[in-house]
Nanobody, 116 residues
Framework: QVQLVESGGGLVQPGGSLRLSCAAS????????MYWYRQAPGKERELVAY????????NYADSVKGRFTISRDNAKNTVYLQMNSLKPEDTAVYYC?????????WGQGTQVTVSS
């Protein structure tokens, strides 16, 4: 069965760091572009970061550029989101998303709370 399982969320103080992981199974991970999205209560889902199938191209939302880094390890079927200099406005449920032209899949989400 297809699975995307996020982990690494939690409570962190402003200025702190977290690394999110998303472990994929049940499909050919290396053929899928990967994305991180987030959704805060009462707000629309927001695209945070993108990485191409081979990891050669990345893009970020302006709100996180310079602070977050997306990466992937195709040998481990895992995509990561390194989050530094966290701000309270980064508080949200973070979701990973796998996409190709013929199919796409979503993880269950992991909560990130940035608060003092």
């Amino acid at each position: 069965q297809v699975q995307l399982v996020e982990s690494g969320g939690g409570l962190v103080q402003p200025g702190g760091s977290l690394r999110l992981s998303c472990a994929a199974s049940g499909f050919t991970f290396s053929m899928y572009a990967m994305y991180w999205y987030r959704q805060a209560p009462g707000k629309e889902r927001e695209l945070v970061a993108y990485i191409s199938t081979g990891g050669t191209i990345t893009n970020y939302a302006d709100s996180v550029k310079g602070r977050f880094t997306i990466s992937r390890d195709n040998a481990k079927n895992t995509v990561y989101l390194q989050m530094n200099s966290l701000k309270p406005e980064d508080t949200a449920v973070y979701y990973c998303h796998a996409w190709r032209s013929t199919a796409d899949y979503w993880g269950q989400g992991t909560q990130v709370t940035v608060s003092s």
